[in-house]
């Protein structure tokens, strides 16, 4: 017998204030968007009515989840938006969307063929037949495949190592590091070798799924949830934490996998973490101690991308950056690139997806940084695409400014 | 992670608060569940260097007899947040920091005394314009501090729309609130 | 001197039986007046479950309400397609039922009489209810599938008055009944108030119908008869969604509580049954009591009830005849009850409808249409239950959303869904138009601006029960200020656009004020917030 009339209908929760129609990046540059409430928690009741009510403006929402952490009365807004595209929104992608979206799919083969990917994506007769045929914007630069996959660097170079250290953990790099970026990884493993962690790879681990969920291939992302997810109680029954860099990648497993894949993670969802909170954790605690180079100096700007917003762990960032002496960082007022995974490659999506941009890319412009602190990759595309500063993941930036061989001597167990 | 004072609630009386304390040297976090509408107050916070937590809820603290030491939150998960002073700037129902059941009226994150009338049937009066009574209630305060159990809490000072006899839904109550969010700034600040 | 007869029938109560009765008679060619003291479908024609019974529910103890219910299920399913959805209906056995005297031997009772009185009814399993069904509880021991529906009465009345009037009835709302004209023994017609105007008026004719509901009592003490009326108080709760959608009753004797249907974007669960007096039927709060009930019953109906947002509750009066042998009220035969009186009482000219429920309102307008005819002495057959009502030609939202090219807004599906083949009336000229006035319920400029041209709406109210405005979960925090200025720009009052949405807001907090807690009180400080802060609520200016 309910006592307390609070909904556990959680669309019920809205209050209609429409807060979530102020944040919204979409709703301001797109008059097609019926914005977050009414593709949300109002297009839920009517859809529940009848599903003739589902909208194929839902298809506009990026998912960035702003309008979540604006809610005050904690609806699940994107969640809602993109329950509803699964649900209703049932048909076949496009194979424009199935390219952008099958990462782990697209990237081995790209990778093989590195130099001829890059290549021909660069060119301007392929951008127009991309842009024509397949709708991906002409104007953007697509992610370069990396000719060397990480994996296959860290195989070569670096998984026989690892074995030394007396605390490891499990890397779940994603296809961002793997395919386009081994940098990133490399660095993650200098910086976790360097605080004395030994470094496992998730053997078999799947892409997430974010961009396959966008896409609107839900069997195809809960395949590798499931798959993901039993990956991960393996490296917890092994004793290694998992310790991922990427935010997006971060939220969909913690959040999207129990709430849209309907994947239960709950015996997992404690041991994932997130790179910056791990070691701000670890070096708060004094459980590991960094040296710092003395001459690194750097004026940077902290940009918190929409799925770190929504984590509510960009704190950890700050704090992570803050340590480091020679750092001096400024926190960008919180807004969207605009990219937001695949949508800001679509053709369809690409002056909406800069026009979302411009106020963050104002703001850095006026900020004159050296470069951009930002935990998300595809920011760092979008942002350097259109601004041209560089911009560096806080993993990176650690691997710079530690002096990582007096560390790697500091952290070392005393037998 | 510890700081000098954790604001509970962004809304104009906490960030007033927060924005008060930062700037007078304090290190001072926010947090905030749901977005803010009064900008000022957040923007200026911001540019005295406090930090914002948007988007996150308090689900509870831990007391020290009447000393409230920390306070967890849904996203930070095992790191509490520590501090030596609470503003709870949560508001009323809308924001949650009141809730009422069928027959009482609760503050849900400590169990703060509540004024409120047992007899639901004067909650409202009939006419919508006419004033109404519910809107009222709130968390019961001595001394600029928040009582418990009929006791004042030693460190938690509730500031704005939480409190009974504060409301900015009957008319306009702007200079009332931001006056209380600056006078838990001023009793802390007195405090130390 | 010699009486000049403007009308040939009036009908007091715009009810829906007021209503049917004057679309009946205009159909068969009289000239009729129907008169309506406040909007159409203000009294318990919209204060019901809207529930589309099969006569499942009367089959044991009342097979003659049984046999009509299912009668007029059917045809109504054929004349009043926009107002009725195909939900279904289940009947559930609790484990709980079996103590009471009302277990699966009860069951097999039931489906007998259903299967006697006509009712298609058949038994299925728990686990195939649950699957029909996934919101029924699931500790149900048996289950009766039956063609319940539901139906929206605000939107059958008004199809009722619009095709009487399309018939060539007058219609005058907002004016109330006084007294009779008469002479002798002799109904002569009735004197009335326009209760915006303050002015009195009178009508003739030589018949004039009571159609008026509970209030028909006053009306026959008026004339000088008495019909022994009994007001039976229910009330029901609207909760925020649409949680189920299939009616779920409970298959056991009628008691509080035991129906829950879904109807347009809301579940409604009902509803008590008090007698109450006469002097309160105009002006009914639910009680905290009455609320705990409902939520009770209801939970046992469907367990999901306790987890989900209540909107508001409301109550209507059961104008049932009454029998003074017993105080609950319950095993009254819900019957037709149409006097001639003069007849019964001597008096001419004079015509009472009552009793019965909105599921046979039109058999009750074919029995009231069938005396005045045959005291007028014309010889004219019912029609009304082979032609379609207005907005139900082709009533489905799914085939009137594809008249509009290049796909339906949210705002015109919505008006799809409510003034079905009618929708061609509203004219979406500009993107003006285009805007939700209502966002909860997808109410446009365009869909107000057409019921004020064609639907007689005069305030918010008669506003809401033609567009659902103001009907959703804000229960109207967002849209009352928008949707009063655009009423009184539509009226040619701008001036008025303050008092209408006064009016409104104290109609709305009504319900609202007993079901205060929870998300609803939320809700309610954020209305007082919106309309009393002093500032117009708007994030441009903070």
Not at chain 2, 57 to 74: A, I
Not at chain 3, 382 to 396: F, Q, V, Y
Request: net charge neutral.
């Amino acid at each position: 017998m309910q006592e307390r009339n609070i909904s556990a209908n959680n669309f019920e929760q809205c209050q209609k204030c429409s807060i979530c129609e102020t944040v919204c990046p979409v709703m301001a540059n797109n008059p097609a968007y019926a914005g977050p409430k009414r593709s949300g928690p109002d297009g839920e009741r009517y859809r529940l009515k009848n599903g003739i009510f589902f909208e194929d403006s839902l298809k506009y929402c990026l998912n960035c989840k702003r309008c979540e952490v604006a809610c005050p009365s904690g609806v699940r807004v994107a969640d809602l938006i993109q329950q509803a595209r699964i649900d209703y929104g049932r048909k076949l992608p496009k194979l424009r969307d199935t390219m952008l979206a099958s990462t782990d799919q697209v990237g081995p083969l790209a990778s093989a063929f590195a130099p001829i990917a890059n290549f021909s994506l660069g060119l301007a007769p392929v951008k127009g037949v991309m842009h024509l045929a397949l709708g991906v914007d002409r104007h953007r630069t697509l992610p370069k495949y990396a000719s060397e996959t990480f994996v296959r660097w860290f195989k070569k170079n670096a998984e026989d190592k690892q074995a030394q250290y007396s605390k490891h953990i499990s890397y779940y790099h994603g296809c961002y590091a793997n395919y386009n970026y081994p940098q990133l990884g490399k660095d993650f493993v200098a910086v976790m070798n360097a605080f004395g962690y030994g470094v496992h790879l998730i053997e078999g681990e799947r892409c997430c799924g974010v961009a396959k969920i966008a896409n609107g291939m839900i069997e195809a992302a809960t395949r590798d949830a499931r798959t993901n997810v039993d990956l991960f109680r393996e490296s917890v029954k092994a004793g290694r934490e998992i310790v991922t860099v990427s935010t997006t990648c971060t939220m969909t497993l913690l959040e999207e996998y129990p709430t849209l894949l309907k994947v239960g993670n709950d015996q997992v969802r404690d041991h994932i973490h997130l790179v910056e909170r791990f070691l701000w954790k670890a070096i708060a605690s004094g459980e590991v101690k960094p040296v710092w180079k003395e001459d690194w100096k750097a004026r940077a700007a902290y940009h918190c991308p929409c799925h770190q917003e929504r984590l509510g762990l960009g704190i950890f960032t700050m704090e992570l950056m803050k340590m480091i002496p020679g750092m001096e960082l400024t926190e960008l007022e919180s807004n969207c690139c605009g990219i937001a995974g695949t949508y800001g490659f679509k053709k369809e999506n690409y002056k909406v997806s800069q026009a979302i941009g411009k106020p963050l890319f104002d703001d850095i412009a006026a900020a004159a940084p050296e470069f951009v602190v930002c935990e998300c990759e595809t920011c760092k595309w979008q942002i350097e695409m259109s601004t041209g500063v560089p911009v560096k993941n806080p993993v990176s930036i650690l691997a710079d400014a530690l002096d990582l061989d007096k560390t790697a001597i500091l952290n070392k167990p005393t037998k | 992670m510890k700081f000098d004072v954790i604001v509970i609630g962004g809304g104009l009386a906490g960030m007033t608060a927060a924005e008060a304390l930062q700037s007078a040297g304090l290190k001072c976090a926010v947090i905030a569940e749901g977005l803010s509408l009064h900008n000022a107050p957040r923007n200026a916070f911001r540019a005295a260097g406090g930090t914002l937590l948007a988007g996150d809820r308090v689900t509870g603290g831990d007391f020290d007899g009447d000393r409230l030491v920390r306070v967890h939150t849904e996203k930070l998960g095992d790191v509490a947040l520590e501090a030596g002073a609470f503003v709870l700037a949560t508001g009323k129902y809308f924001s949650k920091g009141i809730v009422a059941d069928m027959d009482k009226v609760y503050e849900p994150l400590f169990g703060l005394d509540v004024e409120y009338d047992a007899d639901r049937s004067g909650w409202f009066d009939p006419s919508f314009a006419a004033p109404q009574r519910f809107l009222e209630f709130g968390v019961k305060a001595e001394d600029g501090r928040a009582l418990k159990d009929g006791k004042p809490l030693a460190n938690v000072y509730p500031a704005g729309e939480v409190l009974a006899g504060i409301c900015g839904a009957q008319g306009d109550a702007t200079e009332t609130i931001r006056k209380s969010g600056l006078d838990a700034a001023d009793a802390i600040r007195r405090a130390r | 001197m010699p009486v000049k007869n403007e009308f040939d029938v009036i009908v007091i109560g715009g009810g829906i039986t007021g209503a049917g009765t004057a679309r009946d008679c205009a159909m068969r060619g009289l000239k009729v007046l129907l008169i309506e003291r406040n909007d159409i479908a203000t009294g318990a024609t919209g204060r019901n479950h809207g529930l589309l019974h099969s006569g499942a529910r009367y089959a044991v103890k009342d097979s003659e309400s049984a046999e009509e219910c299912i009668r007029e299920n059917k045809i109504l399913r054929e004349i009043a397609s926009n107002c009725v959805e195909d939900t279904g209906g289940l009947f559930i056995t609790l484990p709980e039922d079996e103590e009471s005297g009302y277990g699966l031997d009860y069951q097999s009772k039931f489906l007998e009489a259903c299967t006697k009185a006509g009712i298609e009814a058949r038994a299925i399993s728990p686990k195939e209810a649950i699957e029909m069904e996934p919101s029924v509880n699931p500790a149900l021991i048996g289950a009766v599938v039956v063609p319940d529906g539901s139906v929206d009465p605000f939107r059958l009345c008004a199809a009722n008055v619009t095709d009487a009037a399309m018939h060539g009835a007058k219609v005058l709302v907002y004016t109330e009944f006084l007294d009779f004209l008469r002479e002798g023994d002799t109904i002569l017609g009735v004197k009335v108030l326009d209760t915006r105007t303050g002015q009195k008026a009178e009508y003739r004719a030589p018949v004039t119908v009571n159609a008026a509901g509970i209030w028909g009592h006053g009306v026959a003490e008026k004339a000088g008869v008495h019909i022994g009326m009994y007001p039976a108080k229910g009330a029901l709760l609207v909760f925020g969604h649409r949680v189920n959608n299939v009616v779920i009753n409970r298959c056991r004797k009628s008691a509080d509580g035991d129906i829950l249907v879904p109807g347009d974007s809301v579940t409604v669960i009902g509803t008590t049954s008090t007698k109450v007096p006469f002097e309160e039927c105009d002006h009914m709060e639910v009680t905290p009591d009455e609320v705990r009930l409902l939520l009770r019953e209801g939970c046992a109906l469907c367990p999901a009830l306790a987890d989900t947002r209540i909107l508001r509750a409301y109550a209507g009066v059961r104008p049932l005849v009454a029998d003074d042998s017993d105080p609950t009220g319950r095993s009254i035969s819900r019957g037709i009850v149409c006097l001639d009186h003069e007849t019964r009482d001597g008096l001419k000219g004079f015509v009472s409808i009552t009793g019965g429920k909105l599921m046979t309102y039109r058999l009750m307008a074919e029995l009231a249409t069938d005396t005045v005819c045959r005291k007028l002495g014309v010889n004219k057959t019912c029609n009304t239950a082979h032609t379609p009502l207005p907005g139900s030609m082709d009533g489905r939202i799914e085939t009137v959303s594809k008249r509009f090219e290049g796909g339906a807004t949210a705002g015109q599906k919505g008006a799809a869904g409510r003034q079905g083949d009618l929708v061609g009336k509203i004219r979406f000229e500009s993107e003006e138009d285009r805007k939700l006035i209502c966002e909860c319920e997808n109410v446009t400029l365009a869909e107000i601006k057409y019921a004020v041209r064609e639907l007689g709406v005069r305030n918010l109210g008669d506003l809401r029960r033609r567009t659902r405005v103001g009907m959703g979960t804000c229960q109207g925090t967002f849209c009352i200020r928008k949707a009063a200025k655009a009423l009184a720009e539509a009226l040619g009052q701008p001036e008025l656009a303050d008092k209408l949405a006064a009016d409104y807001l104290d109609e709305r907090w009504k319900g609202m004020r007993a079901v205060g807690w929870g998300d609803t009180l939320r809700e309610m400080e954020f209305m007082q917030r919106v309309y009393k802060s002093g500032k117009p609520y708007s994030y441009d200016e903070v």
